[in-house]
């Protein structure tokens, strides 16, 4: 919307705000009448308050601009309209969730569970999120109208609307800039009145909305607490009474009504957060295809693909199923505040697929128990999700308890027969399974109807949960194990045995954990004691504490001490992986890690020691008191430990050593197997690990034999009869070494050492390009020689002395006598 028509107006105004000055000063003077502006009586007037002075001719055309360029502001805000159309969205949700709950709430016919209970809670909180949005969006609508309300409100406070030229002939720009803005004005007006009108309505339907979520959101609340301090009284007969509650007709109703509920809530909540699921979808795409391409690359170029593949069961045979697996043990920490129809549809599809898996290990006998298992697996599912308690269910909940720990049993046995078929940890988690199956018989039987379908329910779900969970960390620690075989360059090599159970033992630690919250976060929610257990943590984490004058929450030592033992654990993984792919390039000193590991650990460690600070929210000045304790320690008793670590630090820096390095301290010489923060690991050549003070290595004399690189030199001393050849001596042996194992340069040297007393010494003095070898080759050349020197008749002499009689002193008689025989006769004793 333009205020002026033609650039023209605008220069007669702006030729008359220059060249009229000077009568302008006087119209700071209440006094002051301009006589070339009267007022209009005769005019659409917009002021309604009292009259004020007109203002003068050169403060009217000011004004007109400064209006002009507001108007336009105010224009802008208008175009802008409110946001209906997510308004609109979340009315229709919102309106189906208030109806429903109220009418479920309002009908004293049925009675409700609780978990149907802490169904409508999630459906609340997801509810009153979405109409938070909405009144955000009208708030946010509200302020900018009410910005603009005051600009026109004080654009109307002025009288050159209501003024006009004495003579209407002059300055037809200015008159015409004048109505221009006065019918902008007008309808500036009259837009923001509309939308006020429309704001406020849907202001007032967004408010009702609110005000009833609120007081359902008490009656949730009431309801969960009645239920739960109900849980463990009686709510029906015992089973040796009379029954007092309806027949089974009754329970196909509930069942159809319950799908036909949870459907409405499933389909709501997915629809709510079809962006989690797109992303997840994704992610399985992408690790499907890591391993798809890893699979690949093991087939095409691994010369022991077989042995590489045959240590794992399910990744190469089912890729799609793994990846899938993986995504949805983890899918529920990305939802917030799924529903149970949500959990149960992320159950069925996981445990159906780890059935698929099952099949490839557990044999006939074992795929029977699971089937039934299974099944008893899906009616638990569908008897979760009623909504209304049905007491019919009664017999069928015993029955059902009843088979889950006859297979329960079953499991037992097969893990005792089969061990090598049936997962690890089945036996344990089939024995809390029929702890949990005679649990719900017994409340069942004792009438705590609720108690013992919760019991039996959760049994169930549980323990083909943690059967998934399971798969979930052997398929992870496929995936680990594959790569790192993919990532060894010499198509030749594959990891040890040794050496494979060694990462399946330290992938296993973790990753249990991770599974075990997995499970305990649906174990919970399933007995509904999950935001209880939430709630009653919480409080005791946050709760402050004091010891003498400092104070602390269990909190930030929990995190304080999580965040350490994570660095912990990634500075020792990295580490290890490290180690392996050093073992990979042992022949290359210059492209193994080495002490550099060392770095990587300590880095590890002081970031994670400085996110455990920043993450905990522990005050520095209490660290730096605590580090003030720690100096006076160091000084006193801890003197030896520091010079270890800054003896580590060095060793990192300076790298004498390396990981893999032959070397010699003191009398211990062997392999470098580990470079520690303390102390270092060295293997001897009779198979003992030593550890060494990393103190002792810089302060010892320390020989390193592959240093630069991994020649050595072999020295033999042999030595030969005075009456050998020594020109043959000397060829016969050059022509030993005459070996392509041996260095031709350094050249190989043949030297006559030393007179011996009993042979004439030759000193021996040849290379060897790999020090790993030298022994074999020493003992290869040796023989050589020795054979040679036998075949020419070359003497190799051992030492003897020559003993030469000058004098006797004279003879002595002696009487020769013969040892006694027992079989000779006594008159023969003596000769």
């Not at 027949?247 to 069942?255: N, Q």
């Not at 007491?391 to 329960?408: A, C, K, P, V, Y």
């Not at 690990?689 to 010892?700: C, K, M, T, V, W």
């Amino acid at each position: 919307m333009r205020p002026f028509k033609s650039t023209g107006g605008l220069l007669v105004l702006l030729f008359l705000f220059i060249f009229i000055p000077a009568k302008s000063q006087v119209s700071n003077n209440p006094s002051f009448v301009d006589s070339i502006l009267v007022s209009n009586p005769s005019a659409d007037t917009i002021l309604t308050t009292s009259q004020l002075p007109i203002p003068s001719l050169e403060t009217s055309i000011q004004r007109t601009q400064e209006y002009s360029l507001k108007m336009g502001r105010v224009n802008q805000i208008l175009k802008k309209d409110l946001d209906s159309v997510s308004i609109n969205s979340i009315i229709p949700p919102t309106e189906r969730f208030i109806n429903s709950v109220e009418s479920r709430l309002e009908n004293s016919e049925t009675k409700i569970n609780l978990r149907y209970i802490n169904a409508l809670v999630n459906w609340h909180e997801t509810t009153a999120v979405l109409v938070e949005q909405a009144e955000k969006i009208i708030n946010t609508r509200v302020q900018e109208l009410a910005i603009v309300k005051q600009k026109l409100d004080s654009i109307r406070q002025d009288q050159i609307f209501n003024s006009q030229l004495r003579d209407t002939s002059l300055l037809p720009g200015y008159q015409q800039t004048i109505k221009t803005l006065r019918s902008n004005f007008q309808r500036s007006d009259s837009s923001l009145n509309a939308q006020r009108l429309k704001v406020a309505s849907y202001k007032s339907r967004i408010s009702i909305f609110s005000i009833r979520i609120n007081e359902i959101n008490d009656r949730l609340q009431s309801e969960k607490r009645n239920l739960e301090k109900a849980l463990l009284s009686k709510e029906t007969n015992f089973i040796w009474e009379p029954r007092d509650f309806p027949s089974a007709s009754r329970l196909t109703h509930v069942f159809k009504d319950s799908l036909r509920f949870n459907l409405v809530i499933l389909n709501g909540y997915i629809n709510n957060h079809l962006g989690i699921t797109f992303f997840l979808v994704i992610l399985a795409f992408l690790i499907y295809y890591w391993l798809y391409n890893n699979l690949k690359k093991i087939r095409a170029e691994k010369e022991f693909a077989t042995i590489i593949l045959s240590r794992v069961r399910y990744v190469p045979k089912h890729p799609e199923l793994s990846s899938l697996l993986l995504i949805l043990a983890i899918a529920p920490f990305f939802y917030p505040n799924p529903p149970v129809s949500f959990f149960a549809l992320i159950l069925i599809i996981l445990v159906s697929i780890s059935g698929v898996l099952l099949a490839l290990r557990i044999g006939k006998s074992g795929m029977k128990v699971w089937l039934m298992m299974f099944g008893l697996f899906l009616i638990s599912t569908a008897s979760n999700l009623y909504w209304e308690v049905a007491f019919q269910e009664r017999w069928h909940l015993l029955f059902f308890s009843t088979i889950g720990i006859l297979l329960g049993l079953r499991l037992i046995k097969l893990q005792k027969q089969e061990s090598a078929l049936i997962p690890e940890y089945v036996h344990i988690l089939a024995k809390i399974y029929i702890t949990f199956c005679a649990s719900s018989i017994l409340a069942n039987v004792l009438g705590r109807f609720s108690l013992g379908k919760l019991l039996g329910i959760t049994a169930t779900l549980s323990m083909m949960h943690a059967i998934s969970l399971i798969l979930f960390i052997i398929i992870i620690k496929e995936i680990i194990y594959l790569q790192i075989e993919v990532s060894r360059k010499n198509q030749s090599e594959f990891t040890s045995v040794i050496d494979f159970y060694d990462i399946q033992k330290r992938i296993n630690s973790m990753f249990s954990y991770l599974a075990i919250a997995i499970w305990a976060y649906y174990f919970f929610e399933s007995l509904t004691l999950l935001d209880t257990l939430l709630d009653w943590a919480g409080n005791f984490l946050s709760q402050p504490r004091s010891i003498l004058n400092a104070s602390f929450t269990f909190a930030q030592i929990a995190v304080f001490f999580l965040v350490v033992y994570i660095a912990t654990f990634l500075a020792n993984t990295v580490a290890y992986f490290a180690n392996i792919k050093d073992q990979q390039n042992v022949n290359t000193r210059k492209k193994r890690l080495g002490s550099s590991i060392l770095l990587i650990r300590l880095a590890v460690l002081i970031i994670g020691f400085l996110i455990a600070i920043a993450a905990s929210g522990i005050p520095v000045d209490k660290i730096a008191i605590v580090l003030g304790a720690l100096s006076v320690g160091i000084g006193f008793g801890l003197q030896t430990i520091v010079n270890n670590l800054v003896s580590g630090v060095i060793l990192a820096f300076e790298r004498p050593i390396q990981i893999g390095d032959i070397i010699q301290v003191g009398s211990i010489e062997g392999i470098v197997r580990e470079i520690g923060i303390r102390a270092s690991k060295i293997k001897n050549w009779d198979g003992a690990e030593i550890i060494i003070p990393n103190g002792d290595l810089l302060a010892q004399q320390l020989t390193n034999w592959t240093l630069s690189d991994k020649q050595r030199r072999i020295e033999l001393i042999i030595g030969v009869s005075y009456n050998a050849d020594m020109d043959l001596v000397t060829e016969l042996i050059q022509k030993e070494l005459d070996r392509e194992e041996i260095l031709k340069n350094p050249i190989s040297r043949v030297y006559m050492q030393t007179f011996d007393d009993s042979s004439v010494n030759f000193r021996v003095l040849f290379w060897v390009n790999d020090i790993d070898i030298w022994v074999i080759l020493r003992d290869q050349v040796m023989r050589g020689i020795w054979k040679a020197f036998k075949d020419n008749n070359v003497e190799i002499p051992f030492p003897q002395r020559d003993l030469h009689v000058k004098s006797f002193p004279g003879l002595i008689k002696e009487t020769i006598s013969q040892p006694f025989r027992p079989d000779e006769p006594s008159e023969n004793k003596k000769t």
